[in-house]
């Protein structure tokens, strides 16, 4: 009688087990995206990148960019320590809340979308005095 139940009991785990992984394997992702002002910051995988900004121990190279209406900026951290991209102006980061592109990792990168003109200000939140600039035409 015992063997019967255990061997009950194994299958539903067996079934719980199955249902857990099909859930986590077919359950839609949350989209990485955010939205302001028209301009949005996207995955890796759904942005063709106009240019590439370097963040070093002594900052962010080049330090101005300048783009077209609709293209990318991808920030590489080529630095030894964690660093941040945040819009100015610091601490509030309220200026381009698109450009809060949050904590990146050494040999991580982040990246935004510019789909309107302006002169976007941003800094490494750890180390506010590394500023850049994305001049969008």
Same mark, same amino acid.
């Given at each position: 009688?015992?063997?019967?139940?255990?061997?009950?009991?194994?299958?539903?785990?067996?079934?719980?087990?199955?249902?857990?992984?099909?859930?986590?394997?077919? $359950?839609?992702? +949350?989209? #990485? &995206? @955010?939205?302001? *002002? !028209? !301009?949005?910051?996207?995955?890796?995988?759904?942005?063709?990148?106009? &240019?590439?900004?370097?963040?070093?121990?002594?900052?962010? $190279?080049? &330090?101005?960019?300048?783009?077209?209406?609709?293209? %990318?900026?991808?920030?590489?951290?080529? %630095? /030894?320590?964690?660093?941040?991209? !945040? /819009?100015?102006?610091? +601490?509030?980061?309220?200026? =381009? +809340? =698109?450009?809060?592109?949050?904590?990146? *990792?050494?040999?991580?990168?982040? #990246?935004?979308?510019?789909?309107? $003109?302006? @002169?976007? @200000?941003?800094? *490494?939140? =750890?180390?506010?005095? #590394? @500023?850049?600039?994305?001049?969008?035409?």
């Amino acid at each position: 009688m015992k063997h019967k139940h255990k061997e009950k009991t194994n299958r539903i785990l067996i079934a719980i087990a199955i249902l857990v992984a099909l859930v986590v394997l077919i $359950a839609p992702k +949350p989209e #990485q &995206q @955010t939205t302001t *002002n !028209n !301009n949005t910051a996207l995955p890796i995988k759904k942005v063709v990148i106009s &240019q590439t900004v370097n963040l070093t121990s002594k900052g962010f $190279a080049p &330090q101005t960019v300048t783009i077209k209406v609709g293209e %990318s900026v991808r920030w590489t951290n080529k %630095s /030894s320590a964690k660093a941040s991209v !945040n /819009s100015a102006d610091h +601490p509030s980061h309220k200026l =381009f +809340p =698109f450009l809060n592109l949050g904590l990146f *990792n050494p040999g991580s990168t982040v #990246q935004a979308r510019f789909n309107s $003109a302006g @002169t976007f @200000t941003y800094h *490494n939140h =750890f180390a506010p005095t #590394q @500023t850049g600039t994305v001049i969008v035409k």
